[in-house]
């Protein structure tokens, strides 16, 4: 059975830091394209970054452009999503994704086939 769990969410003050981290099982994730997503009240769910399966390529969207970094450690089978300087906006349900095909469409949700269950990440004073 393949399961990705995720972790490290919490409340934490604006400018500060969380390191989410996603744990596959039941398969390794040496051929997937990972992705992080989130989704806020009301709002469709978003990319976040992705890293590709091939070269380790990273993306990001631009709203995270420079505070966020995604990596990933295949001999754990885990991806992690480090967020500095965070903002109230970050506010979110954070899922992490992966599937082998991915590639072109690398912030689509649809394109995903395996998730976890999500974490809550709070940004607020």
């Known amino acids: 059975q393949l399961q990705l769990v995720e972790s490290g969410g919490g409340l934490v003050q604006p400018g500060g830091s969380l390191r989410l981290s996603c744990a596959a099982s039941?398969?390794?994730?040496?051929?997937?394209?990972l992705g992080w997503f989130r989704q806020a009240p009301g709002k469709e769910r978003e990319g976040v970054s992705c890293?590709?399966?091939?070269?380790?390529?990273?993306y990001y969207a631009d709203s995270v452009k420079g505070r966020f970094t995604i990596s990933r450690d295949n001999a754990k089978s885990t991806v992690y999503l480090q967020m500095n300087s965070l903002k109230p906006e970050d506010t979110a349900v954070y899922y992490c994704?992966?599937?082998?095909?991915?590639?072109?469409?690398?912030?689509?949700?649809?394109?995903?086939?395996?998730w976890g269950q999500g974490t809550q990440v709070t940004v607020s004073s």
């Open positions: 994704a992966a599937d082998p095909w991915a590639a072109p469409k690398i912030f689509d949700p649809n394109a995903y086939e395996y």
């Open positions: 039941g398969f390794t994730l040496d051929y997937y394209v």
């Open positions: 890293i590709s399966s091939s070269d380790g390529s990273t």
